[in-house]
């Protein structure tokens, strides 16, 4: 009952958005300036049924999640060689922060240097979700209980039961926390270095032939299929995360 | 048989032990009054905590009841103990739910994950955990805390008939519990 009350709430408060944009867009009266709500969702029903448009969304889906994915590899072995070895720790928090403080802007010009236009959104995406990710797990690292550590020791518990009953607990709410927030930066990271990179078949192409065209529609359609694909992977990829912790921890988890 | 010789403890200019021999071949109680270093030497023992000088030999493989309880929350009682034990739970299923039976522990309170638990409930879980693993010795600090009269006796009868002879060293300030277990009793201030 109250999570059907709340989902009316989120409806109506994006319908008052919705109708304020379509408010504004009838004010301003020109839609190279502000299309209407309306004018973009046609746009985008009449992008659906295009080969182009899923070959597109299928190009940039596939680099930005393969960044996306290196990116878990990478930091998980990373932070657990941190974690173990306090000479690649003290190494990485220099380029941890660089890579965070550094504008996506100035990596994606400087990796055009380095690599093809169509794999440059997989580098930075890469780069962009790897501080993130690495920062998550040794948190989640960190909050390993000691007192439960010693047990392990004591006991001499084999590395499988270590990791299945004492550090995945510790580190899995807080990997799980970090994977929501690079996902949306890898997207956001992905399609600005595609933007500026231009692979031919990819989203960030299609969006600045909309800008340059002026085809306002068309640009706000392709961010809106940005939001939903980055909203959707979000989704799934926590789904089956919180599939794979039920598996390995046992469904009372939640409960502690 | 476990061999404390000229055992040396400092944390900074405080000493905690100087020259402290024991040998334990046989289950005993170590008594002693609060901040006298009990836990401090079941930690040593345990291999946790460097002793300043002198040689522990024969602990082996050590089984601890730890000052806490240290249960894994999302893990069952049963899984806990399990945890520790060698090889696939499924063949000790069995021998825990009997020790649970008779430490008191209902079945319906068995399902539920340690984080749910009374204190006294965590405690036998601790307790059955240290006396089901396979080790040589055996570290029990104040395994009887939480405990109401008569699971104190049940705990007792349990951890007689499974100590198997083992060297056994267990600090606890009952002397209700000292009482049923007839141990012999060392007393660390006398050391």
Not at chain 1, 111 to 139: C, D, E, K, Q
Not at chain 1, 161 to 167: P, T
Not at chain 2, 6 to 20: A, N, P, S, T, V
Request: charged residues 20%; aromatic residues 8%.
């Amino acid at each position: 009952m109250r999570s059907a009350k709340q989902f009316f709430r989120q409806a109506g408060a994006i319908g008052f958005w919705l109708v304020l944009w379509q408010c504004a867009a009838m004010a301003v009266g020109q839609e190279v300036f502000l299309v209407s709500p309306l004018q973009a969702l046609r746009t985008l029903a009449g992008l659906l049924p295009r080969a182009d448009f899923w070959q597109r969304v299928g190009f940039s889906s596939g680099r930005i999640l393969l960044g996306f994915g290196l990116g878990v590899a990478v930091s998980v072995l990373l932070a657990v060689g941190a974690q173990r070895w306090q000479g690649v720790e003290l190494l990485l928090a220099p380029v941890m922060q660089l890579v965070k403080a550094t504008p996506v802007a100035s990596f994606i010009i400087l990796a055009l240097v380095w690599v093809r236009g169509a794999n440059l959104s997989v580098l930075i995406s890469f780069l962009m979700v790897l501080p993130v990710l690495y920062g998550a797990v040794r948190t989640g690292i960190r909050s390993a209980d000691p007192k439960l550590l010693e047990m392990a020791a004591v006991f001499r518990l084999p590395l499988r039961r270590r990791l299945k009953a004492v550090w995945l607990p510790a580190v899995l709410p807080a990997f799980r926390q970090g994977c929501s927030t690079a996902l949306g930066i890898c997207w956001k990271s992905g399609v600005a270095a595609e933007v500026i990179g231009l692979p031919n078949g990819s989203i960030g192409d299609a969006l600045y032939r909309a800008k340059i065209t002026l085809a306002t529609g068309e640009l706000f359609a392709w961010t809106f299929v940005i939001i939903l694909l980055s909203a959707a992977f979000e989704k799934l990829f926590l789904a089956l995360l919180d599939q794979l912790t039920g598996a390995v921890l046992g469904k009372e988890e939640a409960s502690c | 048989m476990l061999k404390i010789q000229h055992l040396e403890k400092r944390f900074g200019d405080q000493i905690l032990f100087r020259d402290l021999n024991l040998t334990v071949d046989a289950p005993a109680i170590l008594c002693a009054p609060s901040g006298w270093g009990k836990t401090t030497l079941l930690r040593i023992l345990m291999g946790l905590e460097r002793p300043t000088g002198g040689t522990v030999t024969g602990a082996g493989r050590v089984c601890a009841v730890f000052q806490e309880d240290r249960l894994c929350p999302q893990l069952t009682a049963v899984e806990n103990v399990a945890l520790v034990l060698p090889g696939a739970a499924k063949q000790y299923q069995q021998d825990i739910l009997d020790c649970f039976q008779q430490l008191g522990m209902e079945d319906e309170v068995l399902e539920l994950p340690a984080c749910r638990l009374s204190g006294g409930q965590k405690r036998r879980c601790a307790l059955l955990r240290a006396l089901l693993a396979p080790g040589d010795t055996l570290l029990l600090d104040e395994p009887f805390t939480g405990m109401d009269p008569d699971t104190l006796l049940r705990a007792t009868a349990l951890l007689k008939s499974r100590c198997a002879g083992r060297p056994t060293l267990l600090t606890t300030h009952d002397p209700e519990a000292i009482r049923a277990l007839g141990w012999q009793v060392i007393r660390l201030e006398e050391l």
